[in-house]
């Protein structure tokens, strides 16, 4: 994964709060799909991204395309930097990259990720000696509904 991948996976989280050289980061509601909210990200007066955004207790959780990747986001209080982690869906184990920026930790989903995701109930993701089980309810709902976003 290049770092460009975390960076911007910490826009897409942040983007509310965020500027960017190319302009202000905006996001407009899109839809509400299976429990998610979606939203459209615009930077600079264009559509750079769209994601999907749930609460479960304490924590959030965002999915986001910006065109190129895949983008899973979980919010922690973590140490800020880069780092590996372990998410089990079912049967299926995936290792992945990621980055913190100290609030969330940002990992880039392949394709088998992905479609793990969308097929799943709950996945475990593993941060070093962290965990946070994750529930999955709605994501096919909310990964249609980014497509669809991304698509117009």
Same mark, same amino acid.
């Given at each position: 994964?290049?770092?460009?991948?975390?960076?911007?996976?910490?826009?897409?989280?942040?983007?509310?709060?965020?500027?960017?050289?190319?302009?202000?980061?905006?996001?407009?509601? %899109?839809?509400?799909?299976?429990?998610?909210?979606?939203?459209?990200?615009?930077?600079?007066?264009?559509?750079?991204?769209?994601?999907?955004?749930?609460? %479960? $207790?304490?924590?959030?959780?965002?999915?986001?395309? +910006?065109?190129?990747?895949?983008?899973?986001?979980?919010? +922690?209080?973590?140490?800020?930097?880069? %780092?590996?982690?372990?998410?089990?869906?079912?049967?299926?184990? %995936?290792? !992945?990259?990621?980055?913190?920026?100290?609030?969330?930790?940002?990992?880039?989903?392949?394709?088998?990720?992905?479609?793990?995701?969308?097929?799943?109930?709950?996945?475990?993701?593993?941060? $070093?000696?962290?965990?946070?089980?994750?529930? !999955? +309810?709605?994501?096919?709902?909310?990964?249609?509904?980014?497509?669809?976003?991304?698509?117009?």
């Amino acid at each position: 994964m290049t770092i460009a991948a975390p960076l911007l996976a910490a826009a897409l989280c942040l983007a509310p709060l965020a500027a960017s050289a190319q302009g202000a980061i905006t996001e407009t509601r %899109f839809a509400s799909a299976g429990g998610w909210s979606v939203v459209r990200g615009v930077i600079g007066g264009r559509i750079d991204y769209c994601a999907a955004t749930r609460s %479960f $207790g304490a924590r959030a959780m965002r999915l986001s395309w +910006d065109g190129s990747a895949w983008i899973l986001a979980v919010n +922690d209080a973590r140490a800020p930097g880069d %780092f590996s982690a372990e998410m089990e869906i079912g049967d299926e184990a %995936f290792t !992945l990259t990621g980055a913190s920026d100290g609030m969330w930790s940002h990992v880039t989903l392949p394709p088998p990720a992905l479609a793990a995701i969308r097929a799943g109930r709950t996945a475990l993701l593993e941060k $070093g000696e962290a965990q946070v089980e994750l529930p !999955l +309810d709605g994501t096919a709902a909310a990964i249609a509904s980014i497509r669809s976003c991304a698509a117009r």
